[in-house]
């Protein structure tokens, strides 16, 4: 089995390249700034791809996920796609910070397309997740959430409208890009999230990101140590 992770930001990643000691292959989507790392984890090919880097930091958003994604399932040709990766998410539904949850679902919340019904739906996306997604959360006691993905850290009053009117709980920069491109392809993708902020209680978004990313980032090490081991083993 080939399990790839497309990953944004290396803060994010690092902690579980370090646990698997992951080897860097240099130039491997070159010229693109995407970055993949692979090791063998109980007779199982692991990879994580990182979107890279430009202007001095690291790509975030809609349109480095879908390239990463493309590069990554025409290069490695993986049974399953993981995308994981910090986000918002909602104290009114029992978020905290560092708490990992798999996703059930993945929508966009700032592709706003008047007109008919497959328009709107075309706009928010709603895509399906790996059909063992909730078996794999059951499996390790993770709670299971709603992927709601936009390309900005703040939060409009129409961004929430449409979260609010889709269900949308945790709220990244590219989840829904990801799924976009695995639906395209039909290859199964999986969602593990960390929150680092909440969109209903924190003050100043990148400032408590920044201050959560290490611990929200250790938490998804850990819990992505328990899911590849549940995948590997059960493969
Ligand atoms: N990643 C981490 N926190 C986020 C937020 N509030 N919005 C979008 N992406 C995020």
Redesign the pocket.
């Known amino acids: 089995m080939t399990l790839c992770y497309i990953v944004a930001m290396r803060a994010e990643a690092q902690p579980f390249i370090e646990e698997y000691g992951l080897e860097l292959k240099e130039n491997f989507f070159a010229p693109l700034p995407c970055m993949l790392y692979e090791g063998e984890v109980n007779g199982s090919r692991l990879c994580v791809v990182l979107n890279g880097a430009q202007h001095n930091s690291d790509l975030v958003g809609c349109e480095a996920a879908s390239v990463a994604t493309v590069k990554a399932i025409e290069a490695i040709r993986p049974d399953l796609i993981i995308n994981s990766g910090?986000?918002?998410a909602f104290q009114s539904q029992g978020a905290e910070i560092a708490k990992v949850y798999i996703g059930n679902g993945a929508m966009f919340h700032d592709r706003r397309v008047p007109g008919d019904d497959a328009w709107a739906t075309q706009s928010v996306g709603n895509y399906d997740v790996w059909q063992g997604s909730r078996q794999l959360a059951k499996a390790l006691g993770m709670p299971m959430a709603k992927v709601t993905t936009g390309s900005s850290?703040d939060m409009q009053a129409i961004d929430l409208e449409i979260i609010n009117r889709h269900g949308g709980q945790l709220?990244?920069?590219e989840g829904a890009a990801v799924a976009f491109v695995c639906s395209l392809y039909q290859v199964p993708v999986l969602f593990v999230k960390s929150v680092?902020?909440l969109?209903d209680h924190s003050a100043d978004?990148f400032e408590t990101?920044s201050r959560n990313l290490h611990a929200a980032s250790q938490a998804l090490r850990n819990a992505n140590k328990r899911i590849i081991e549940h995948l590997t083993l059960h493969a």
Do not use: A, V, Y
């Open positions: 910090t986000c918002g850290l709220k990244d920069m680092t902020d969109c978004t990101f």
